[in-house]
């Protein structure tokens, strides 16, 4: 079955160090996006690619970036983790646009980061 | 930009009983799409429901039903027969035409069903 998965699912790391959450998935997928989700805000955007090579910014990319170098990878990678960093990261796909499209994302499980 | 609203942060409901979700956004657009999601206590997120602006006919999957008001920016979830395994945070999404496949979500709803 097809599935997207994260890794790590939980990890602490310390301030000023850089860090890289994997999202991989196998729906064969173009479009791809990263969340973060904090207590009363939801989920919010970080950034996006709907395909190899394309990035985009999301709501609240400072500190964030992505790389997109084939269809089943977008990892994200925090340059210099800070404490406000401290979240749940979400990863989700979803089909590119077409006739029948559902715009439907489906979510990996999750990676809880924690920054001392 | 866009805004997704929950006004309702925790709710509680017993079990078999009906409950409603509330969800209003704004938007200048004629076209888009609204959705329901569901996280339970795993952390997985899971759509329950969609719906499509220009389809008047309010969605329905089983127990879980829409109430969508476009004049009013509205889309409300109700769950009839609450089961307790519909214990989760509940968020609701929105769609533009105009913005490509991107999602906004509300802050979300915790729902407890208590037996």
């Known amino acids: 079955d097809a599935e997207i998965t994260q890794s790590p699912r939980h990890k602490i790391t310390e301030t000023g160090r850089q860090v890289t959450l994997a999202c991989h998935q196998t729906?064969?997928?173009?479009?791809m996006f990263w969340y973060r989700q904090d207590l009363g805000h939801g989920l919010r955007l970080i950034h996006y690619s709907y395909g190899v090579q394309d990035t985009n910014k999301g709501e609240v990319s400072d500190g964030y970036s992505v790389s997109r170098s084939n269809t089943e990878d977008l990892p994200l990678t925090l340059e210099s983790a800070a404490s406000s960093q401290t979240s749940v990261y979400f990863c989700?796909?979803?089909?590119?646009?077409?006739?029948?499209?559902?715009?439907?994302?489906?979510f990996g499980p999750g990676t809880r980061l924690t920054v001392t | 930009a866009q805004t997704v609203t929950q006004s309702q942060p925790e709710m509680s409901v017993q079990e078999a009983e009906t409950v409603t979700l509330s969800c209003t956004y704004d938007?200048?657009?004629?076209?888009?799409?609204l959705f329901w999601y569901k996280q339970p206590p795993s952390r997985q997120m899971i759509l329950v429901i969609r719906?499509?602006?220009?389809?008047?006919q309010n969605a329905t999957e089983n127990r879980f039903s829409v109430n969508f008001q476009k004049a009013a920016k509205s889309f409300s979830l109700k769950i009839s027969d609450s089961q307790l395994g519909d214990t989760a945070m509940y968020f609701c999404a929105f769609k533009g035409n105009n913005a490509g496949n991107m999602l906004t979500f509300g802050g979300g709803t915790r729902l407890m069903v208590k037996p």
């Open positions: 938007t200048s657009e004629n076209n888009y799409y």
């Open positions: 719906q499509e602006a220009y389809k008047q």
């Open positions: 729906w064969n997928h173009n479009n």
């Open positions: 989700a796909s979803s089909d590119r646009e077409g006739p029948s499209t559902s715009y439907e994302q489906y």
